[in-house]
């Protein structure tokens, strides 16, 4: 997977304090949107931690990069279209699977579940997807080329 260590990326670095998986990643993007998140906004990927809730649906750290995605080319109200957000997040998905063989977290867990060795192996599939969210973010542009000023 990656043989980086929680604390080098941004991502593991929630983690390792605290985050569950969804949190993690929307977390350790919040500095690199083009926009301010309020700490009440942040609330919103707790409930999809351990594939939601901890009942082991979808990939929870899936399930915030797709957060991110949504934040960054969601649709403002009901009259725009959702299939730019849909595309991107369909691309991902594909990635993700590819990469990680499925995105159902009872499918990547191969340890049981709230164990250290689940939480060790969950770590390694969060750094390996922040890295792969950030190409995907780079390679569609979705995010400004210079990093946001101080909020």
């Not at 700490?39 to 915030?64: P, Q, V, Y």
């Not at 995105?103 to 060790?120: D, M, R």
């Amino acid at each position: 997977m990656t043989d980086m260590k929680l604390e080098d990326s941004a991502v593991g670095d929630c983690y390792k304090h605290g985050c569950n998986c969804a949190e993690a990643v929307l977390h350790g993007f919040r500095d690199e949107l083009p926009f301010e998140l309020s700490d009440e906004t942040m609330r919103i990927a707790t409930c999809f931690g351990g594939g939601g809730a901890g009942k082991l649906g979808f990939c929870g750290a899936f399930t915030g990069a797709t957060m991110v995605l949504s934040l960054l080319a969601g649709r403002d109200d009901p009259s725009g279209s959702r299939e730019p957000a849909y595309t991107y997040a369909q691309e991902l998905g594909e990635r993700f699977a590819a990469r990680f063989g499925d995105n159902s977290c009872k499918v990547l867990q191969i340890h049981e579940y709230g164990t250290p060795e689940q939480k060790s192996h969950c770590g390694q599939i969060l750094i390996a997807t922040g890295e792969l969210l950030a190409k995907f973010l780079a390679e569609k542009k979705l995010l400004p080329a210079e990093p946001p000023s101080e909020k």
